[in-house]
């Protein structure tokens, strides 16, 4: 059991990984975009929701995980499709985790670099 958990630690990190970079990076700003105006202009609510998917980290993050399990076949607790439900929420569960601490870093990161730029052109300034 104890490896168990250290794998869903593990598989947690692509997950929360790919989840992040497919709905918040630059890459894929594009791609994003045209989902994001999908998602509220398609006419019919399937299309709508299926786009969305594409903007929601916390929605994507559930799909990767499918994926993941499907190729790893691995399961918590249970051997059987037990196991893999819970493995299932599990996984999304930390993943989430991991992309909100992300988050918290990055937006502590941007305010110091704001602080920091006020400060050289105030100094410059003088």
Same mark, same amino acid.
Request: glycine share 0%; charged share 25%; aromatic share 20%.
């Given at each position: 059991?104890?490896?168990?958990?250290?794998?869903?630690?593990?598989?947690?990190?692509?997950?929360?990984? @790919?989840?992040?970079?497919?709905?918040?990076?630059? @890459?894929?700003?594009?791609?994003?975009? %045209?989902?994001?105006?999908?998602?509220?202009?398609?006419?019919?609510?399937?299309?709508?929701? %299926?786009? $969305?998917?594409?903007?929601?980290?916390?929605? %994507?993050?559930? $799909?990767?995980?499918? +994926?993941?399990?499907?190729?790893?076949?691995?399961?918590? !607790?249970?051997?059987?499709?037990?196991?893999? @439900?819970?493995?299932?929420?599990?996984?999304?569960? !930390?993943?989430?985790?991991?992309?909100?601490?992300?988050?918290? +870093?990055? !937006?502590?990161?941007?305010?110091?670099? @704001?602080?920091?730029?006020?400060?050289?052109?105030?100094?410059?300034?003088?």
């Amino acid at each position: 059991m104890e490896t168990h958990l250290y794998y869903l630690f593990f598989m947690a990190l692509p997950v929360a990984c @790919i989840a992040w970079t497919v709905t918040k990076e630059e @890459i894929f700003r594009e791609a994003r975009e %045209f989902c994001v105006d999908r998602s509220k202009n398609c006419n019919k609510l399937l299309k709508r929701k %299926f786009f $969305y998917v594409f903007t929601c980290e916390y929605c %994507f993050s559930h $799909y990767v995980t499918l +994926i993941l399990l499907f190729i790893t076949r691995f399961t918590l !607790i249970y051997p059987d499709w037990r196991g893999y @439900i819970i493995a299932f929420f599990s996984i999304v569960w !930390i993943a989430n985790v991991y992309m909100s601490l992300y988050n918290i +870093i990055r !937006i502590d990161l941007k305010k110091e670099k @704001i602080k920091v730029q006020k400060e050289e052109s105030t100094l410059k300034n003088d």
